[in-house]
């Protein structure tokens, strides 16, 4: 490794697809100031961001529930059977739709667990080039070739074993990766 100084810490490599020299580990591409217009830190997402999820949404759910619960009692007091009965309704709906929820959400995240030390392996080696915004690995290991930012977010992600969790919008989902650039093994 070589120090530019200019704080950065180039790594002592080129990059296979333009030959530029200005490359950075994705991990410091994914923080650089430099690249904030480009939208780094989400194309080169090591996997989804789980954090808080689950229990936000059964936050959510519960305030739903409580809807429903305050509806039905609003029903009784009011001697308003249609009330009631929708209230109770809402509130049966809501408790099952949120446990329904919280449970896909701890197996999302059950599955990103599971899939981090493998999609660490892939991820922390590789090295992004500014010059052409192509992904790639030294001496081809753990992985070969040059990838756009999004067929490399696809490639850990699908590795991972969570590429099912890439959201509709992000050019990641229907990013190609070819086939064949993992070795098989380990
Ligand atoms: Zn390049």
């Given at each position: 490794m070589a120090t530019d100084g200019v704080g950065q810490q180039p790594v002592d490599?080129?990059?296979?697809?333009?030959?530029?020299?200005?490359?950075?580990s994705v991990e410091e591409a994914r923080s650089d100031k430099r690249a904030s217009g480009k939208n780094l830190h989400s194309r080169l997402e090591k996997g989804p961001d789980k954090n808080g999820d689950g229990c936000l949404h059964f936050v959510e759910g519960m305030v739903l529930v409580g809807l429903g619960v305050g509806l039905a009692?609003?029903?009784?007091?009011r001697e308003e059977p249609l009330y009631t009965l929708g209230g109770v309704?809402?509130?049966v709906l809501m408790l099952i739709g949120t446990i329904?929820?919280?449970?896909?959400d701890g197996q999302e995240k059950a599955a990103a667990e599971a899939g981090e030390a493998r999609a660490d392996r892939l991820w922390r080696?590789?090295?992004?080039?500014?010059g052409c915004e192509s992904v790639f690995c030294l001496g081809g290991s753990p992985?070969?070739?040059a990838l756009t930012p999004e067929q490399f977010?696809?490639?850990?992600?699908?590795?991972?074993?969570y590429g099912d969790q890439l959201v509709a919008g992000d050019k990641a989902k229907d990013a190609e990766v070819p086939p064949g650039i993992v070795p098989p093994g380990r």
């Open positions: 490599a080129l990059c296979p697809g333009c030959g530029g020299a200005e490359v950075h009692y609003t029903g009784v007091e309704v809402l509130a329904a929820v919280v449970r896909s080696t590789a090295l992004y080039c500014y992985w070969r070739g977010k696809k490639l850990v992600w699908t590795e991972s074993g």
